[in-house]
Antibody
Framework: EVQLLESGGGLVRSGGSLRLSCEAS????????MNWVRQAPGKGLEWVSG????????SDADSVRGRFTISRDNSRNTLYLQMNSLGAEDTAVYYC???????????WGQGTMVTVSS | EIVLTQSPGTLSLSPGARATLSCRAS???????LAWYQQKPGQAPRLLIY???SRATGIPDRFSGSGSGTDFTLTISRLEPEDFAVYYC?????????FGQGTKLEIK
């Protein structure tokens, strides 16, 4: 079964750091670009970051550029999101998602909640 | 940066009715790189449509997408009880992969 499982969320103080992980199974992880998408409580979806299958190229939303770093370890079938200088505006459920051949996000994890307190 | 505007914000319909959801882009979406997702409370989004009109694997044929350029539509031909949810459109190339603000489809 194709599956993504996020972990690493939790409560962190403003200005702090957190690293999220997303473990993939059921498909050849290195063949797919991967992304992080977040959703603040009661709000819509916001794309955060993306990385190519080989991990060489990354892209970030303006709202997180310079603070968040996406990476992957294809030997461990795992995607990461290193989040630094966290603020209240980063409070959200963070989803990892697989980018399919056509570019859309076809497989999503169940999400992990990040809460930033002041 | 391209902005996607979805309308209406909320759509109230009865089961069996036809639903038409709109997604308008502030600039032309190249190569029709436009997707639609469904999200139910407490769940992750689910891909319905990609490339503006292609159904994702396992999606019932009552869901259809159309449009090009700046105007796109998701149509649900006959609403089933499980279709009541929030729907998002998304431009998925190039970055940033912008989402619309969502349309909530509720039971009338």
């Amino acid at each position: 079964e194709v599956q993504l499982l996020e972990s690493g969320g939790g409560l962190v103080r403003s200005g702090g750091s957190l690293r999220l992980s997303c473990e993939a199974s059921g498909f050849t992880f290195s063949n797919y670009a991967m992304n992080w998408v977040r959703q603040a409580p009661g709000k819509g979806l916001e794309w955060v970051s993306g990385v190519t299958g080989n991990g060489v190229s990354t892209s970030d939303a303006d709202s997180v550029r310079g603070r968040f770093t996406i990476s992957r370890d294809n030997s461990r079938n795992t995607l990461y999101l290193q989040m630094n200088s966290l603020g209240a505006e980063d409070t959200a459920v963070y989803y990892c998602a697989r980018r399919n051949y056509w570019g859309a996000l076809d497989i999503w994890g169940q999400g992990t909640m990040v809460t930033v307190s002041s | 940066e391209i902005v996607l505007t979805q309308s209406p914000g909320t759509l109230s319909l009865s089961p069996g009715a036809r639903a038409t959801l709109s997604c308008r882009a502030s600039q032309s979406v190249s190569n029709n790189y436009l997707a639609w997702y469904q999200q139910k409370p407490g769940q992750a989004p689910r891909l319905l449509i990609y490339a503006a009109s292609s159904r994702a694997t396992g999606i019932p044929d009552r869901f259809s997408g159309s449009g090009s350029g700046t105007d796109f539509t998701l149509t649900i031909s006959r609403l089933e009880p499980e279709d009541f949810a929030v729907y998002y459109c998304q431009r998925y190339a190039p970055t940033p992969y912008t989402f619309g603000q969502g349309t909530k489809l509720e039971i009338k």
